[in-house]
Every structure is written in structure tokens, then in C-alpha cells.
């Protein structure tokens, strides 16, 4: 099927630092107290998010770049050195529709 060699392409591909990500219309980042974690809602099922993954998509407001959301997540968590991890994370919502770039 060409979408999914698409999304295989796309989850290969880096993402700019310029990008705006966020999620997109329909899905919905919420914490579930059940499982103790954040889960993505979506019209099909749901994905339940590690802590990394929760820290990211949290920032996906369509309004910060990844280079801001790779600064905040730094800062709130005396890291360094994590934009290669959160590009491929990006790059990966992205190839699964969990993301959208916005302009």
C-alpha cells in the first residue's frame, strides 16, 4: 500500500527544528488514572503514551517549534543532548498521524 511505505518514509525522514507539531483535530492527549499514564485518544482505539512520549506530545501545541519544545523539556528537566530523540519521536507521531505540522 503507497500510505504506508509513505509513513515508513516519513518516520526515516528528520524533522525541522522550525517545525510547528500538533495533534490533530479528533484525537485527544488526556491522563488516565487507571493505568497511572497519558493516553492518546483517537476515533479507533487509543495509545497509551510512555513518559518521554507524554512530555512531548504535551508540548505539541501547533504553536512552539521542536527546537522550543526540545528547549522546555531541557530546562524542566536538567537534560541536554535530546533533540535527536525527541526529532524521531516527532518524526514517528508524524508517520502515525498522532502529529500535524502546522505552518
Request: hydrophobic share 50%; aromatic share 4%.
Amino acid at each position: 500500500m503507497s500510505g504506508d511505505g509513505a509513513g515508513r518514509a516519513a518516520a526515516g525522514a528528520a524533522v525541522a527544528a522550525d517545525a510547528r507539531p500538533a495533534i490533530p483535530r479528533g484525537l485527544k492527549l488526556q491522563w488516565e488514572a487507571a493505568q497511572e499514564a497519558h493516553v492518546l485518544l483517537f476515533p479507533e482505539g487509543q495509545v497509551l503514551l510512555n513518559g518521554s512520549a507524554a512530555e512531548i506530545m504535551s508540548r505539541c501545541d501547533g504553536m512552539r517549534t521542536v527546537a522550543e519544545i526540545v528547549a522546555d523539556i531541557e530546562r524542566t528537566h536538567s537534560l541536554s543532548g535530546i533533540a535527536d530523540d525527541v526529532g524521531a519521536f516527532v518524526a514517528l507521531a508524524l508517520a502515525k498521524r498522532w502529529l500535524e505540522l502546522r505552518p
